[in-house]
């Protein structure tokens, strides 16, 4: 019987110089991240482990000092919709929403919205976090997301009950067969309920979901049903509003803030072959097969699009694949197993 999926990435085998940019490119599918001075001269450092437990990961980071950023423009672009539970076991986060900031010291729990805008500075630090869909803990504990940003203190016992128990899900999971996801899933879910049956309360309006946009809550799903048909010629922006039963201005609304929905469709279907051109199981493939994959229909058009967006030519782009640095750093899996599954339970999530 197999076990629950497992996976980790750690820089501890990079060169000094290329540890931090491993890091930033494992850690892209959820945040912009910069690098800040640190006064001990000591290389940077990072070491994720995470678990795949049914619909929802739990992972546990130790890091150096460093800023992580999701602006708005890309929360409309990468269109996640999914939460996240976290526990700093060491150092602190400084958590900037607006015109608002919080402290977050260990112990305490804070609430992640990965559709809102937010700034981080996390210090030095060891952390545990639980990711799930919205839907999934909405269902537990509804208008969770108005706690973004807004830590529960260590000293309420809901907290410390499912610290405990995510930090016995973490030490155990890797010997437990994979048919406990479910029912491991549900307890922990509960958990999370009583945790919060014992928040103070938060005035309506501070971070209330009820204020996001209808166009910006189309976003996921726009952006998801744009993915699942890139390779399809007749994907168009008629096709796209006729889908989601929206007026083509509408839908020119929705998308204005990210260049327009052509310039979102061209944009992710480079990404997607450059996806494809880094990773070593497409290597068989002719780039012209890449791009026809993804849904273009003229090479040189691509060759120059390609050029434009990532100042180099296709080949060049494989020629460079950082499939290597990121093997090494995974332990010779592929590449952050944990970014597909940050997809999947996004996909889940919708």
Not at 53 to 66: C, F
Not at 135 to 150: K, N, S, W
């Amino acid at each position: 019987m197999s076990s629950l999926p497992f996976s980790q990435f750690s820089t501890a085998s990079l060169p000094r110089k290329d540890r931090f940019d491993a890091w930033r490119e494992s850690i892209e599918v959820l945040f912009d991240v910069e690098e800040l001075p640190r006064r001990d001269g000591n290389p940077f450092h990072a070491e994720l482990q995470t678990h795949r437990i049914g619909e929802m990961l739990v992972a546990r980071l130790d890091s150096e000092t460093a800023r992580y950023i999701r602006p708005r423009e890309r929360i409309i672009q990468d269109g996640m919709d999914i939460l996240m539970i976290q526990f700093f076991l060491e150092g602190e986060v400084l958590f900037r929403t607006g015109k608002e900031s919080n402290r977050g010291k260990p112990g305490d729990l804070i609430v992640f919205d990965f559709a809102r805008p937010l700034d981080n500075i996390n210090t030095r630090f060891r952390h545990l976090s639980l990711l799930a869909p919205r839907d999934r803990l909405e269902a537990h504990v509804p208008g969770i997301a108005r706690y973004h940003g807004r830590p529960l203190p260590r000293d309420l016992p809901g907290v410390n009950i499912l610290r405990e128990h995510l930090l016995t899900l973490h030490n155990s999971a890797s010997g437990l067969p994979e048919n406990l996801a479910a029912p491991l899933s549900d307890a922990t879910f509960s958990l999370v309920a009583a945790a919060f049956s014992q928040a103070p309360g938060i005035s309506r309006g501070l971070g209330d979901p009820t204020s996001v946009s209808a166009g910006i809550c189309l976003i996921p799903r726009i952006r998801r049903h744009i993915l699942d048909n890139l390779g399809r010629n007749d994907l168009s922006p008629l096709a796209i509003a006729q889908h989601f039963g929206i007026s083509k201005a509408q839908l020119y609304r929705v998308m204005e803030p990210v260049g327009g929905v052509a310039a979102f469709i061209r944009h992710q279907r480079l990404r997607a072959c450059r996806r494809d051109l880094h990773n070593s199981a497409f290597r068989h493939l002719r780039i012209a097969e890449i791009a026809y994959k993804h849904g273009f229909t003229n090479i040189a058009s691509f060759n120059r699009q390609f050029r434009q967006e990532f100042g180099c030519a296709p080949g060049d782009a494989r020629a460079t694949a950082p499939d290597e640095m990121l093997e090494s750093a995974t332990n010779g899996k592929s590449q952050a197993e944990y970014q597909d599954w940050i997809r999947l339970i996004n996909a889940v999530g919708g």
